[in-house]
């Protein structure tokens, strides 16, 4: 389901639960549009995740690790000025809407106590995150400023007063349901999706299919809508697989017709699950959309610059054809005078078969052969070159292309060192600042079953320093065969059956394979890995590997990830 306003009560009845109360210990803004604040309560210590994402936006529990920005953004800096070391009193819905008010008692300036709170708007593009002072409703601030010649209906600016946004003037189900008996007998059970989602706040398309599913064989509908509300409170975090593959979550295990479905202990666990590839991946594209033109622009100018070089190669195998061409000319110089175009001459390498010659009707025919002569010394000579050529290009082709494929299962962390490869590779202009020497993000680490410590580098500055710096000689490495991926590292030079097997699972998920099936996967001790003088980070060959193969899963690096 999206993430409406029956969902958004379930999240405010989960998180009244676990952090009211709490103290904010931390805030930080580790993307442009979302924030984290770190809450303690009942000595644990909880991320809320507050994300005013134009297509991810929601609130939750959220244990994805994060990376910082090396500059705090000036409005976590305000933020953290208003609530570190505060408590959070309540969290409210504003009726069944997609609004959540979180408030909070802090000190100002002078000490005294003063209500704030952070108003979150889960509305899609239209998504914002604002800090409002209590007594007087002043915006002190928000994530996204909307100058008032994009946004006429109110003001959203730091400053102005905060007003909700137009209301719909539609029924909160949790306040009164005295008009679905009259709905559900007036209307044929194939509409009464749409009468629910036109009458009913909060309802979106899959929430009013699945109440109009658990009313059709009710014998008591008033009850029966009662029951499934409920179930926005007694919670049962469902993830369901559609018969299109495609995931829906549910707050509880409402009436469906998933393929297959899985349960969670928490909303935030729920969430995390679904959104750990499609928020990620977003967020990649985000920071990398640069880099991913530059690397299409590469691939494009080397594909193009390939096809020219097979085209001369293919010419190259006709020269001996312009050899002929010259010999017969020069043979029969008195065939040709100026102004022709064309002349047939019989070839005495074919049989005293015509051939016919094209001219350039400017010279004679010893001028011509010599033409012909010119061009066929060119296309040997070239010959040489441009195979050598066509080795260096391909090593371009494959490059660009093992880049595109990390970023296909990059993290947000991992984008910063695909850069400075690319600069130090000479793709990108260094920035003009004061050049400081490159911090590399660390791999990411996983625990296998039989507990054995697994890392798998993501780019090839972090594959590089994994698997030719950091990695004892007798570790076990892993590589998919052929294809462009991550290093993988099993930290134990005799790992069991099954800890190898998870490690190579791990590498092809990790690599351009990660839809396919039956992928060889390539292992052998770190020490006899070599890198060839001027390779480019992350190159290496090897002999003497042995091959595994195995079918990628994308639940296995959730399993076994080190969080």
């Known amino acids: 389901m999206p993430l409406d306003g029956l969902f958004t009560h379930a999240l405010v009845h989960e998180l009244n639960e676990l952090i009211v109360g709490g103290r904010i210990t931390k805030v930080h803004q580790p993307y442009p549009n979302e924030i984290v604040l770190v809450v303690r309560n009942n000595s644990t210590n909880y991320p809320l995740l507050l994300s005013a994402h134009p297509t991810y936006a929601r609130a939750?529990?959220?244990?994805?690790?994060?990376?910082?920005?090396q500059?705090?953004?000036?409005?976590?800096?305000?933020?953290?000025?208003?609530?570190?070391?505060?408590?959070?009193?309540?969290i409210e819905q504003i009726d069944n809407d997609r609004i959540i008010n979180f408030f909070v008692n802090t000190r100002d300036e002078l000490g005294d106590i003063q209500s704030v709170r952070l108003t979150l708007e889960m509305m899609g593009r239209h998504s914002n995150l604002f800090l409002v002072r209590q007594q007087d409703q002043r915006i002190l601030d928000l994530i996204k400023h909307v100058p008032a010649d994009q946004n006429r209906v109110r003001s959203l600016m730091p400053g102005a007063t905060y007003t909700l946004p137009p209301q719909q003037n539609l029924i909160n189900p949790f306040t009164g349901l005295d008009k679905l008996a009259p709905l559900v007998l007036d209307n044929p059970s194939e509409d009464w999706a749409k009468v629910i989602q036109s009458t009913y706040q909060g309802f979106s398309k899959e929430s009013a299919q699945s109440l109009a599913l658990a009313l059709k064989n009710a014998t008591n509908t008033m009850q029966q809508a009662k029951d499934w509300l409920s179930g926005f409170e007694n919670l049962s975090p469902t993830l369901g697989i559609k018969s299109d593959q495609s995931l829906s979550f549910s707050a509880f295990n409402w009436p469906n017709t998933y393929r297959s479905q899985q349960s969670y202990q928490s909303l935030g666990e729920l969430l995390d699950?679904?959104?750990?590839?499609?928020?990620?991946?977003?967020?990649?594209?985000?920071?990398?959309?640069?880099?991913?033109?530059?690397?299409?622009?590469e691939l494009k100018k080397n594909k193009n610059k390939k096809k020219k070089l097979n085209q001369t190669l293919a010419d190259a195998d006709n020269a001996n054809q312009l050899k002929v061409m010259g010999d017969l000319l020069i043979t029969y110089p008195h065939l040709v005078s100026k102004g022709m175009k064309k002349v047939a001459i019989e070839n005495y390498y074919d049989n005293n078969q015509l051939l016919t010659i094209p001219l350039d009707e400017k010279l004679d025919g010893l001028k011509n052969a010599e033409k012909y002569f010119n061009r066929y010394r060119k296309l040997k000579n070239a010959v040489a070159y441009v195979d050598e050529q066509l080795v260096l290009t391909d090593k371009e082709i494959d490059y660009f292309e093992t880049i595109l494929s990390q970023l296909d299962v990059a993290s947000p962390k991992d984008i910063d060192d695909i850069r400075q490869e690319l600069i130090g590779e000479g793709y990108i202009r260094q920035n003009k600042r004061k050049k400081q020497k490159p911090k590399i993000s660390k791999p990411d680490r996983f625990m296998s079953t039989d507990g054995a410590l697994i890392e798998v580098g993501k780019n090839n500055l972090q594959n590089e320093r994994l698997s030719l710096k950091q990695a004892n000689r007798r570790d076990i490495w892993l590589h998919v065969q052929k294809i462009p991926g991550s290093h993988v590292i099993i930290h134990d030079d005799n790992p069991s059956d099954k800890t190898l097997m998870e490690a190579a699972q791990l590498a092809a998920y990790f690599s351009k394979a990660r839809e396919s099936a039956n992928v060889?996967?390539?292992?052998?001790?770190?020490?006899?890995?070599?890198?060839?003088?001027?390779?480019?980070?992350?190159?290496?060959?090897?002999?003497?590997?042995?091959?595994?193969?195995?079918?990628?899963?994308?639940?296995?690096?959730?399993?076994l990830k080190i969080k």
């Open 273 to 297: 699950a679904y959104y750990i590839g499609k928020a990620e991946r977003e967020r990649v594209n985000q920071q990398a959309g640069t880099l991913i033109r530059i690397i299409k622009n």
């Open 520 to 559: 060889p996967v390539d292992y052998l001790p770190a020490g006899k890995l070599r890198k060839p003088n001027g390779a480019k980070p992350g190159f290496v060959i090897f002999e003497g590997q042995q091959t595994l193969y195995v079918t990628p899963s994308a639940d296995l690096p959730q399993q």
């Open 60 to 69: 939750q529990i959220s244990f994805i690790p994060y990376e910082n920005p």
């Open 71 to 90: 500059v705090a953004p000036n409005f976590v800096m305000f933020l953290r000025r208003y609530l570190e070391g505060a408590k959070i009193q309540s």
